[in-house]
């Protein structure tokens, strides 16, 4: 009995092991990317024009970097992607906390069908709709404005249908014992239930900003001043072939300041992502 325990905890041992080595070995394959482009931009122009593999040996500069802080948009750049950003990740978590509410607690006429509606949204691409929205924001003037950067993201779909799973699967008891108190629909919403969808809001809002911050497509469309492009537009807009115009070293640089964000903004979310994705799974 003891040698079969003494065995499977062998087993059990040997086989967390190789997750653990598994794990590890496909979290440097994904982080190998992201250093690969940090020594570049530690690299001179000229060396990298010889043998980009010298990124691997000494000299390594930050004239790169100095050069983004004396003559570079990135920094205009970086703000107008931290306000769109964060715009319309607020947006979206007003809206979809009032929209889920609204579908987990109210009866209203028509509510099924409205939810299935706004479902669909799921399922319609965005350059399928990309003439009709253009041309609308063109006749309200909302081009090269913030307004018009953001307000597409905050219609969410998902937003909408994940804070309603999370407010139906509050109980219902927490409602009518405030009710009971004499506390209002809207006091109710967000004195005692919003607090409880925490984790849901911070996870919403982090794949929001991310969202927000890596768009291409929209921006691109939208934001045709070079004093309103985004990070991921105003880096674009800086490179020819293989980057001859400013030197690979150069760009990415650039790459690191739009990257370190979001890295910071997810190293600061993650214990909420973690504690959402456990909550769906029991």
């Known amino acids: 009995m003891s040698a079969q325990f003494a065995s499977g905890t062998v087993g059990r041992g040997f086989g967390d092991r190789l997750i653990l080595g598994a794990t590890i070995a496909l979290a440097i394959v994904m982080i190998m990317p992201m250093l690969w482009a940090v020594g570049l931009s530690l690299k001179t122009n000229q060396a990298l024009l010889i043998d980009t593999n010298s990124v691997l040996r000494a000299p390594w500069t930050l004239t790169n970097y100095y050069d983004i802080l004396i003559g570079s948009g990135v920094f205009r750049w970086l703000l107008n992607s931290i306000i769109v950003s964060f715009g319309m990740s607020l947006g979206v978590l007003v809206l979809a906390s009032l929209a889920g509410y609204g579908f987990a607690r109210l009866d209203f006429p028509g509510r099924n069908v409205i939810f299935v509606l706004v479902l669909f949204g799921l399922a319609i691409p965005e350059q399928a709709v990309i003439l009709v929205r253009h041309q609308l924001f063109s006749d309200l003037d909302l081009h090269n404005t913030y307004a018009g950067l953001m307000l597409p993201g905050m219609s969410a779909p998902f937003g909408v249908f994940l804070m309603t799973q999370y407010f139906k699967a509050i109980p219902t008891e927490i409602d009518e014992a405030a009710m009971l108190d004499n506390a209002s629909r809207f006091k109710i919403f967000w004195r005692v239930l919003l607090p409880m969808t925490l984790p849901a809001q911070a996870t919403l ?29 105003g880096i674009a807009s800086t490179q020819q072939n293989f980057a001859e115009s400013a030197g690979l070293g150069y760009l990415m640089a650039q790459a690191v300041f739009a990257f370190v964000p979001v890295l910071i903004v997810y190293m600061f979310f993650q214990k909420y992502i973690v504690r959402a994705v456990s909550g769906a799974a029991t």
């Open 205 to 233: 809002g982090i794949f929001t900003f991310l969202h927000a911050w890596n768009d291409y497509w929209w921006p691109m469309v939208s934001g045709t001043n070079p004093q309103m492009y985004t990070l991921t537009v």
